[in-house]
């Protein structure tokens, strides 16, 4: 039986692959993902609801924050060349995105226009920092303290952030799509708390526990939130290929997938050549890559199945463009990897 450290190190190895799984095993089987998706009620407890979504999130989180080296934290804050700029990005990208898609699109033979792709990759580029790029980063060897306070700020801006987004790209998206979403966002704004909340718990827990508890917990945890990583992305795949694979549309595949590529193409251009124009260090370039690429699609998706139900095609480019940003930071791993061998025995900054 392996043991958590060699089972985190064997996962590691293969995250590339088991992620690919994750959404075979949604397009094969989606009825376990969907049933699990929705939030259930324990027995003997009332009204109180479990929502596995949350609870894997919060693991993820949970892990990361856990492994933030606290003392580094005031050097981003005297250095937070990296932090700002990140930030900066999660508006600029947009703009320098969705009208390129929006003018490809328009050439095509579509009635609207590719509007429905438009309206979500416009969500997506909107959306908060991915949770999951926390793993990423401490795979590539990523400023950590870096990605999560980049995870943690854009989090707590998006109730500003997220609404301005849309407002801004409202004449590529529609008066009447932009009124809809922006009554969900605000309806949406308390599960922040899901996202701030386990991030904060993995840092004090690193503060107050001593370090032979630490080391336990940390065994523990890694091993536990990887798998729980890959069930979250398990959880949401289904939920959007679910309904292709009742009604399949070949060709709106094909362009979902397409939009998506060049929007995660653009995206994570944009972060690499923002960083090489900072001068900024391989670990910090690493992490706002990453920051400016991966955006929380699983947030973008629950956002589209609430204000728009009626609408289940709209799910296929976010499902398309979250495998593309593990792909194309699964590319950026090996080019990191390849380029600095040390980072092989990193193995305590897996999540």
């Known amino acids: 039986m392996l043991s958590p450290s060699r089972a985190t190190t064997w996962l590691h190895q293969r995250l590339g692959r088991a992620v690919c799984v994750s959404y075979a095993a949604a397009g094969l089987l989606p009825a376990p993902g969907l049933w699990l998706r929705h939030p259930h009620r324990l027995p003997f407890t009332g009204a109180f609801t479990l929502s596995s979504t949350e609870i894997l999130l919060g693991l993820v989180l949970f892990a990361a924050g856990l492994q933030v080296p606290v003392e580094a934290l005031g050097g981003l804050m005297r250095r937070p060349h990296a932090l700002l700029a990140g930030l900066g990005l999660r508006l600029a990208v947009p703009a320098l995105t969705i009208p390129v898609i929006a003018f490809l699109l328009r050439r095509t033979p579509?009635?609207?226009?590719?509007?429905?792709l438009v309206l979500a990759m416009s969500v997506i580029v909107a959306m908060p920092v991915a949770a999951g790029a926390t793993v990423w980063a401490g795979k590539s060897g990523g400023d950590q303290p870096t990605m999560v306070g980049l995870v943690l700020v854009s989090t707590l801006l998006s109730p500003l952030?997220?609404?301005?987004?849309?407002n801004g790209l409202s004449p590529l998206l529609g008066t009447g799509h932009v009124n809809v979403l922006a009554g969900s966002i605000h309806a949406g704004g308390s599960t922040l708390a899901t996202v701030v909340m386990p991030c904060a718990a993995g840092v004090l827990s690193r503060l107050v526990l001593p370090t032979s508890w630490l080391r336990r917990v940390v065994t523990v945890a890694l091993p536990t939130a990887a798998t729980g990583s890959l069930v979250?992305?398990?959880?949401?795949?289904?939920?959007?290929?679910?309904?292709f694979l009742a009604h399949p549309r070949p060709l709106l595949l094909v362009a979902a997938v397409l939009t998506a590529g060049v929007v995660c193409l653009l995206s994570f251009a944009i972060g690499r050549a923002l960083a090489r124009l900072l001068r900024l260090p391989p670990s910090s370039a690493a992490s706002l890559t990453l920051a400016c690429g991966m955006n929380n699609s699983s947030a973008g998706a629950v956002l589209i199945t609430t204000a728009l139900p009626h609408k289940p095609q709209l799910l296929l480019p976010v499902i398309a463009y979250g495998l593309l940003q593990k792909t194309a930071a699964n590319r950026l791993l090996r080019q990191r990897t390849v380029g600095n061998p040390r980072n092989h025995s990193r193995r305590w900054l897996w999540l």
Request: glycine share 24%.
């Open 232 to 243: 979250l992305t398990y959880l949401n795949a289904s939920g959007a290929l679910g309904s």
């Open 161 to 166: 952030t997220v609404p301005v987004v849309i």
């Open 110 to 116: 579509d009635t609207d226009g590719g509007g429905g």
